[in-house]
């Protein structure tokens, strides 16, 4: 298996410690059930940014509309690099000039627990991926119950949904990522986080 450290060279190479407020990163496996987080980033275009522990980093999708919680909606999901673990805490502004320049929000966060396949054989966290088919199920304070991750595509054409399974957690009438906004790590708005943290570095 490689290294933690070398799973995250991608995460490390397109960022400036010196510049950034965000952790570099040093990956313990944290104890219990693995966690997720959303954080919406608030940078050239907007999104939330969908991580789940595996494997003692965080495998990353941006998602430009952010996670619904009805079955009907299905939200694209772009892979991005892995990140590190402390990264689930972070919430601050990473200064202009930086990559990813922008306010970030922990806007959700929980445990999860994978219930890819179901005729007995549970896939690891790291073969669903590589399959292109997860299932996870959510224990946040704002999102809870099932959520799919499917690859659609292939090659360069490949892309990721994020869909709300249809079980008890499911309610088309619920909006999160327009009704729920504040932070659950601060309470804060993402423009209290900008006032309050903008000019520091941490
Ligand atoms: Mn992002």
């Known amino acids: 298996m490689a290294s933690d450290r070398d799973e995250q060279k991608e995460y490390r190479e397109k960022r400036d410690f010196r510049k950034t407020p965000e952790p570099k990163g040093r990956s313990r496996r944290s104890s219990g059930a ?86 007995g054989e549970t896939p690891s966290v790291e073969e669903a991926v590589e399959d292109g088919h997860l299932l996870i199920e959510l224990d946040g304070e704002k999102l809870s119950g099932g959520y799919a991750l499917h690859r659609t595509g292939t090659g360069e054409d490949a892309n990721w949904l994020l869909v709300k399974m249809d079980d008890e957690a499911a309610d088309a009438r619920r909006n999160p990522v327009s009704t729920e906004q504040r932070s659950v790590k601060s309470g804060r708005t993402m423009s209290e986080i900008e006032r309050e943290d903008g000019d520091s570095k941490s």
């Open 34 to 119: 693995p966690v997720f987080v959303v954080q919406r980033h608030d940078a050239s275009t907007e999104h939330y940014d969908f991580r789940i522990e595996t494997e003692g980093v965080l495998k990353s999708w941006a998602v430009p509309k952010g996670p619904s919680t009805d079955p009907r909606e299905k939200r694209l999901a772009v892979p991005t690099e892995d990140h590190p673990l402390e990264y689930a805490d972070f919430e601050g502004v990473i200064p202009e000039g930086c990559y990813g320049a922008g306010v970030v929000q922990v806007w959700d966060r929980g445990t999860y627990r994978n219930i890819t396949g179901g005729n």
